[in-house]
């Protein structure tokens, strides 16, 4: 299989990151753009104070950047860096462009790799979310309805359709986070405190779900009692939360893993009890 063939099947995704700070002047103006080469193959473009993104398949890849103006051609290119995609895995690099006596130096990074400080872009949200993963399913009990069906008087059986009807609102809460700073002079734990209001609208988007937003659940199912017999009908409601893991960078360049759960459904357990020999079923 070619490399371009490989490319063109996405099973994760490789993320490079030009949001520091970068020199002026001719050799190093953040005007230029940069070639971005993943496994010998031009993969796109990566400009000044954005986020390229290229989904690969997994396993072991070659990532380099270059100038795109000839001028540096020869002079300004990264060193190969070798990254190993997981499925459904994402990478986060970073570009950083270093002053030299002659050039500009393109260095690339893996994001908990970098070498300096860099400020936050001016517009920038106080958080982002550099990569989220899903985990686990949990349920949270509810409480029960209740439906009697007493057909103790008649001979015959009866079928009868009930529907199962519930709201629920999309709740999206946040753990305790994992830090580790990378540069700055700001208490990582202030700041994250400060930026949780921020780090749940950029999880919000990220997710591409409606925070706040209300539901209704309903469902019809048939129940045939048998003649002479009552049946109570229980239906157990449970909460389903799906959990994760996100992993943000704050302002001052300290990254945060961010446990979260976010209700993404109800359902219910349905049992049939037998009360024909109770009094009053």
């Given amino acids: 299989m070619s490399s371009q063939e490989r490319l063109a099947i996405p099973d994760g995704i490789i993320r490079i990151n030009r949001y520091r700070a970068e020199p002026s002047g001719l050799y190093g103006t953040t005007k230029f753009l940069i070639t971005v080469r993943i496994d010998d193959i031009t993969a796109g473009l990566l400009r000044a104070s954005q986020q390229f993104v290229a989904p690969v398949p997994s396993g072991p890849h070659r990532v380099e950047l270059r100038w795109v103006t000839p001028l540096f051609s020869s002079l300004g290119k990264s060193e190969v860096l070798h990254v190993l995609v997981g499925p459904g895995e994402d990478i986060n690099l970073d570009c950083e462009i270093h002053n030299g006596p002659m050039v500009r130096r393109l260095l690339l990074h893996h994001l908990g790799d970098l070498s300096t400080p860099a400020p936050s872009v001016s517009g920038a949200a106080d958080a982002r979310v550099l990569a989220v993963t899903q985990m686990k399913r949990i349920e949270e009990q509810l409480g029960e309805d209740v439906r009697l069906i007493d057909n103790r008087a008649s001979p015959a059986p009866v079928t009868r359709s009930l529907k199962a009807s519930r709201e629920w609102t999309r709740t999206l809460t946040l753990g305790e986070s994992r830090s580790r700073t990378l540069g700055g002079n700001v208490s990582a734990n202030l700041l994250w405190l400060s930026a949780k209001g921020s780090i749940e609208a ?19 199912f048939g129940v045939t009692v048998p003649a002479r017999t ?52």
Avoid: M, N
């Fill in 202 to 220: 950029e999880l919000q988007h990220s997710l591409s779900l409606a925070i706040g937003s209300t539901h209704l659940f309903e469902e019809e």
């Fill in 230 to 281: 009552a049946l109570r009908i229980v239906l157990d409601w449970k909460r389903i939360w799906q959990c994760g893991e996100a992993r943000v960078l704050l302002p001052d360049r300290s990254v945060h893993t961010v446990p979260y759960q976010v209700v993404v459904s109800v359902t219910f357990d349905q049992k049939i009890q037998d009360v024909t020999s109770f009094p009053d079923g």
